[in-house]
């Protein structure tokens, strides 16, 4: 009983990632020209105000945007832009940023 409440759980906390689906990288680049002003060009931002999207997993990129678009997530900006995605261009900017590689940020000393 305990083992079925926890497999039931797992996938009620998984079910937001679930409906993810493949993007095409390579349309996502040409997607993301908006993105780069923020982000960078591959995702690798170097303001620290903003996030890097490089490297990160496709299905959190697309549960961040679908959030910023259906206002569960607040931004004035990120929600201004994913308010006018579909599903389609958000799975494929998540497929090209996700497929680019993070760089590290230090953090400043104090």
Not at 13 to 33: L, N, R, T, Y
Request: neutral net charge; glycine residues 8%; charged residues 15%.
């Amino acid at each position: 009983m305990i083992k079925r409440n926890l497999i039931a759980g797992l996938l009620v906390a998984i079910a937001p990632f679930a409906s993810v689906s493949a993007g095409d990288a390579a349309a996502g680049e040409q997607k993301a020209a908006t993105c780069a002003a923020c982000h960078g060009a591959d995702g690798n931002s170097v303001a620290a105000s903003n996030p890097i999207l490089a490297g990160q997993y496709a299905s959190y990129l697309e549960f961040a945007l679908k959030s910023y678009r259906n206002g569960s997530r607040q931004n004035a900006i990120m929600s201004g832009f994913a308010s006018q995605l579909s599903d389609e261009d958000i799975a494929d900017l998540a497929a090209w940023f996700s497929s680019q590689k993070g760089a590290l940020r230090t953090a400043p000393r104090p």
